[in-house]
């Protein structure tokens, strides 16, 4: 750092300010003068610039001829422009200890920083196992808003492995320089550039990704509602930050942590509340496939099957169930799209008929969500065939099958236990997959009509190879 | 067991407490451990606010007066008897090394001197 900032200014760059990783320099000229970062050791992360200790290390200081920059918590510094004068720190072994000390805090911070938003979202994941966390990461996925979290918390737990792992390497330096009697320093110039390039690159990334996964695509499909919702953020947002800088040299209080969560609080009420304020109306379901409504019903994969007997079955049935209740949902992101369909009849669970469409370019993507599909708990495979070039993978799925203690209540009322089983097919070509799921119906229901039926549909999907 | 705190001292530690037999301020040590050592250490402003914070929490020194943030201090009993006993040992050593490295009767024969009358190479009454 003290490198950096000496190089600047003898290109006529002076430093005047720094904030983390982003300093402002003023235009001056060019001048050989030597700086120096000090790291106070008793200074907490929380305090403010402008602390009594600071202030007073300031003072000793410039009267031994230094000149006093910027100071942010416990990093002081200072530059002088006589190259012979006396280091600010002399004792290598204070030296070690002070930054040791901050260091170590500060590594600790950022790895607890990272794995707490980890942990907020993915908390479930300790109920539901590894089941639900394929889960959580593929709503993720499947949202541009979504993989911008993702990107947050991956960078969150990197700087955090990150900082542990440059702490212990650097405490091993520092004593080893220590036992050579040589100086002990903060860090090499060429890691300190790398990190710098490499913060200021993820902020760049992140800016990048924010405009095309939210902002572009919400212009797009003039989503007047998100883009109310993202202008109250902002505001919010940067009304928070600007006053949070303003109490930077104070340091942290209590209340301004309150007045930020209830800033928060109030913008989250604004936003779930838009539509009445600003009579504003979320933008309509649509697919992204036909544009008429859902992919594929049941009574396009039902009707017509026939039993032992050749008669038809589910045909009316299936049309009924389909109009009665049904939903339609629809995902959109820049990785992974889906499309999503249930059905509820009335008296059995709601997961009688289900499919969902997934695209994406990225084969690592697909190959993601096949595997979260296929590998679930109590799927048993029920073979694998083509029809053509579409690849289907049959599955059966009896946990619907009732415990012993079930039927043995059953039975006592006098009831048959019923066996159910849930047929899944998945199929795969290209850049899509089409899992179906339905409640197996008996005899007189072939599943190879039922996958014939989904395939056929599958072919007509642009790109299908 | 635990090293104590200021079991022995470093040569900046040394020096300061030396220097704060009077009265000082802070810039003004930097100036007189420079001389005391005859320009050979040198305390930068930073180890030398750490020192002082260290040496008061310890009751090695005092503090006597302040005029806005300059504070002048002065060395404590305890701090003396800390400077005494380092001076001692120094002498030990310096003794030893005298008889063994030296193997010069003369050299022995002054650090002995110096060990009898307890005086410091600057004149120092201790």
Same mark, same amino acid.
């Given at each position: 750092?003290?490198?950096?900032?000496?190089?600047?200014?003898?290109?006529?760059?002076?430093?005047? /300010?720094?904030?983390?990783?982003?300093?402002?320099?003023?235009?001056?000229?060019?001048?050989?003068?030597?700086?120096?970062?000090?790291?106070?050791? /008793?200074?907490?992360?929380?305090?403010?610039?402008?602390?009594?200790?600071?202030?007073?290390?300031?003072?000793?200081?410039?009267?031994?001829?230094?000149?006093?920059?910027?100071?942010?918590?416990?990093?002081?510094?200072?530059?002088?422009?006589?190259?012979?004068?006396?280091?600010?720190?002399?004792?290598?072994?204070?030296?070690?200890?002070?930054?040791?000390?901050?260091?170590?805090?500060?590594?600790?911070?950022?790895?607890?920083?990272?794995?707490?938003?980890?942990?907020?979202?993915?908390?479930?994941?300790?109920?539901?196992?590894?089941?639900?966390?394929?889960?959580?990461?593929?709503?993720?996925?499947?949202?541009?808003?979504?993989?911008?979290?993702?990107?947050?918390?991956?960078?969150?737990?990197?700087?955090?492995?990150?900082?542990?792992?440059?702490?212990?390497?650097?405490?091993?330096?520092?004593?080893?320089?220590?036992?050579?009697?040589?100086?002990?320093?903060?860090?090499?110039?060429?890691?300190?550039?790398?990190?710098?390039?490499?913060?200021?690159?993820?902020?760049?990334?992140?800016?990048?990704?924010?405009?095309?996964?939210?902002?572009?695509?919400?212009?797009?499909?003039?989503?007047?509602?998100?883009?109310?919702?993202?202008?109250?953020?902002?505001?919010?947002?940067?009304?928070?930050?600007?006053?949070?800088?303003?109490?930077?040299?104070?340091?942290?209080?209590?209340?301004?942590?309150?007045?930020?969560?209830?800033?928060?609080?109030?913008?989250?009420?604004?936003?779930?509340?838009?539509?009445?304020?600003?009579?504003?109306?979320?933008?309509?379901?649509?697919?992204?496939?036909?544009?008429?409504?859902?992919?594929?019903?049941?009574?396009?994969?039902?009707?017509?099957?026939?039993?032992?007997?050749?008669?038809?079955?589910?045909?009316?049935?299936?049309?009924?169930?389909?109009?009665?209740?049904?939903?339609?949902?629809?995902?959109?992101?820049?990785?992974?799209?889906?499309?999503?369909?249930?059905?509820?009849?009335?008296?059995?669970?709601?997961?009688?008929?289900?499919?969902?469409?997934?695209?994406?370019?990225?084969?690592?993507?697909?190959?993601?969500?096949?595997?979260?599909?296929?590998?679930?708990?109590?799927?048993?495979?029920?073979? /694998?065939?083509?029809?053509?070039?579409?690849?289907?993978?049959?599955?059966?799925?009896?946990?619907?099958?009732?415990?012993?203690?079930?039927?043995?209540?059953?039975?006592?009322?006098?009831?048959?236990?019923?066996?159910?089983?849930?047929?899944?097919?998945?199929?795969?070509?290209?850049?899509?997959?089409?899992?179906?799921?339905?409640?197996?119906?008996?005899?007189?229901?072939?599943?190879?009509?039922?996958?014939?039926?989904?395939?056929?549909?599958?072919?007509?999907?642009?790109?299908?190879? | 067991?635990?090293?104590?705190?200021?079991?022995?001292?470093?040569?900046?530690?040394?020096?300061?407490?030396?220097?704060?037999?009077?009265?000082?301020?802070?810039?003004?040590?930097?100036?007189?451990?420079?001389?005391?050592?005859?320009?050979?250490?040198?305390?930068?402003?930073?180890?030398?606010?750490?020192?002082?914070?260290?040496?008061?929490?310890?009751?090695?020194?005092?503090?006597?007066?302040?005029?806005?943030?300059?504070?002048?201090?002065?060395?404590?009993?305890?701090?003396?008897?800390?400077?005494?006993?380092?001076?001692?040992?120094?002498?030990?050593?310096?003794?030893?090394?005298?008889?063994?490295?030296?193997?010069?009767?003369?050299?022995?024969?002054?650090?002995?001197?110096?060990?009898?009358?307890?005086?410091?190479?600057?004149?120092?009454?201790?």
């Amino acid at each position: 750092m003290e490198c950096f900032f000496e190089k600047m200014a003898a290109r006529g760059w002076m430093l005047r /300010d720094a904030r983390g990783s982003f300093w402002g320099f003023e235009r001056q000229t060019p001048k050989d003068v030597k700086f120096s970062v000090a790291i106070l050791k /008793d200074v907490s992360m929380w305090e403010g610039s402008e602390n009594e200790e600071s202030r007073n290390f300031q003072f000793y200081c410039e009267s031994a001829g230094w000149h006093f920059v910027c100071a942010e918590k416990c990093r002081q510094i200072l530059w002088s422009d006589n190259r012979d004068i006396v280091p600010i720190e002399t004792d290598e072994e204070m030296k070690m200890e002070a930054v040791k000390t901050q260091y170590r805090k500060q590594a600790a911070f950022t790895m607890f920083v990272g794995v707490l938003w980890t942990l907020i979202y993915f908390w479930p994941v300790l109920a539901g196992g590894a089941e639900l966390g394929g889960y959580l990461m593929k709503s993720l996925l499947e949202s541009n808003a979504g993989i911008l979290v993702l990107f947050c918390i991956l960078y969150l737990l990197l700087g955090g492995l990150a900082g542990i792992v440059s702490y212990l390497v650097w405490c091993q330096m520092a004593k080893r320089n220590l036992s050579r009697k040589m100086p002990v320093l903060y860090r090499p110039y060429s890691v300190f550039m790398v990190k710098d390039i490499a913060e200021k690159v993820f902020c760049l990334l992140l800016v990048v990704l924010f405009y095309i996964t939210v902002v572009r695509v919400t212009v797009q499909e003039r989503d007047w509602r998100t883009l109310t919702n993202l202008l109250v953020f902002f505001i919010v947002f940067w009304g928070v930050s600007l006053f949070s800088q303003s109490r930077r040299k104070k340091g942290f209080r209590w209340r301004y942590l309150a007045a930020g969560m209830a800033a928060v609080m109030i913008m989250m009420f604004g936003m779930y509340k838009i539509d009445t304020i600003f009579d504003m109306e979320s933008s309509g379901e649509d697919t992204w496939m036909t544009g008429n409504g859902p992919f594929l019903k049941c009574s396009e994969l039902f009707a017509g099957n026939k039993n032992a007997e050749g008669e038809e079955t589910e045909k009316k049935e299936a049309e009924d169930r389909e109009e009665g209740r049904s939903v339609h949902t629809r995902n959109a992101s820049i990785l992974l799209e889906s499309e999503s369909y249930n059905t509820f009849p009335s008296e059995i669970c709601r997961e009688d008929f289900s499919y969902t469409l997934y695209k994406s370019r990225y084969k690592a993507v697909l190959n993601y969500i096949r595997k979260l599909s296929e590998n679930r708990p109590g799927y048993e495979e029920d073979g /694998d065939y083509w029809d053509g070039s579409i690849y289907i993978r049959r599955y059966s799925d009896q946990r619907g099958i009732p415990t012993e203690q079930e039927t043995a209540d059953g039975a006592a009322a006098g009831d048959v236990p019923a066996e159910v089983i849930y047929r899944i097919s998945v199929l795969r070509n290209g850049p899509y997959i089409l899992v179906i799921r339905y409640k197996d119906q008996g005899p007189g229901l072939s599943k190879e009509i039922v996958d014939s039926r989904a395939a056929d549909k599958m072919k007509r999907l642009p790109g299908i190879l | 067991m635990p090293r104590e705190q200021f079991q022995s001292l470093t040569e900046p530690m040394y020096y300061i407490l030396m220097s704060l037999q009077d009265e000082c301020c802070g810039v003004d040590i930097m100036e007189k451990v420079r001389g005391l050592s005859g320009g050979r250490v040198q305390v930068g402003p930073g180890t030398l606010y750490a020192l002082l914070a260290k040496f008061q929490e310890g009751d090695m020194i005092e503090e006597t007066r302040q005029e806005g943030r300059k504070k002048w201090y002065r060395i404590t009993e305890k701090g003396n008897d800390s400077l005494k006993k380092e001076y001692r040992r120094i002498l030990a050593m310096a003794r030893d090394g005298a008889a063994g490295l030296e193997g010069d009767r003369d050299a022995v024969l002054e650090m002995e001197k110096l060990w009898d009358f307890g005086r410091s190479g600057n004149g120092v009454l201790l």
